[in-house]
């Protein structure tokens, strides 16, 4: 059955520092992975995918994210953390291989930027 | 419209009540999910309608729950008979086709959800 995990529930980083928000997945065969936001009091928004090819994939707000095949992993990172980055994040993986599959989400991991 | 329409934003309801959600996809999207999220957890998989095919509702919780939706438009989603259990937020998505093409579609767009408290 395919999982993902996200280990921390709230990651905390300066403003102007490198931030990182872990994701590892279970999932048999090639993973489609995603990341999403929801800001406070709005819907989910898509961040960016990974399908194949460069293992580093960059998405929306300066975000991007590394698929780690040997370590079943797909970290969301950013190089200069922006206080409205402050979001609760999901990691999502899907199996393409199952008919029947559907897109399974993390539990999220509250991102606070301050000041 | 332009994006996953949800109603009521809000909704209080008595414990044994029963409550409608309703969601309105972006016009045109054939597949449309219904995900629960509970306080301080990942989204849940409710159920999954495509187009005309048989609905997936392999994700919903009891049969206190169940949904509907007419050809590729409005779909709501009713709890019948309400718990404390059943507070969380309700979301729903909407995406061009069903998950084997909706990755090519940057994923699924949700809209805001449903926030129901059970009192």
């Known amino acids: 059955a395919q999982s993902v995990a996200q280990p921390e529930d709230q990651v905390n980083v300066a403003e102007g520092n490198p931030l990182t928000v872990k994701c590892t997945y279970s999932?048999?065969?090639?993973?489609?992975l995603f990341w999403y936001v929801q800001y406070p009091n709005r819907g989910l928004q898509f961040l960016l995918k990974?399908?194949?090819?460069?293992?580093l994939v960059k998405g929306s707000y300066g975000f991007e994210a590394e698929f780690n095949k040997s370590q079943t992993s797909f970290h969301l990172k950013k190089p200069s953390a922006l206080v409205s980055d402050s979001a609760l994040y999901f990691c999502a993986v899907r199996n393409p291989y199952s008919s029947a599959s559907k897109i399974i989400f993390g539990s999220g991991t509250r991102l606070s930027i301050r000041p | 419209g332009a994006g996953v329409s949800q109603s009521p934003s809000n909704k209080v309801t008595e414990k044994g009540k029963d409550v409608e959600l309703r969601c309105d996809p972006i016009?045109?999207?054939?597949?449309l999910y219904w995900y629960r999220q509970r306080l301080g957890q990942g989204l849940e998989f409710l159920i999954y309608?495509?187009?005309?095919?048989?609905?997936?509702k392999s994700g919903l919780p009891s049969d206190r729950f169940s949904a509907e939706r007419t050809g590729e438009s409005v779909s709501t989603l009713t709890i019948q008979r309400t718990q404390q259990e059943d507070s969380a937020v309700y979301l729903c998505?909407?995406?061009?086709?069903?998950?084997?093409?909706?990755?090519?579609?940057?994923?699924?767009?949700f809209g805001s959800g449903t926030r129901l408290t059970v009192v």
């Open positions: 309608f495509q187009g005309n095919s048989a609905p997936d």
């Open positions: 016009s045109g999207h054939t597949a």
């Open positions: 998505a909407s995406s061009l086709a069903g998950p084997a093409m909706s990755i090519y579609n940057y994923g699924y767009t």
């Open positions: 990974y399908i194949t090819g460069d293992n």
């Open positions: 999932v048999s065969g090639n993973p489609y």
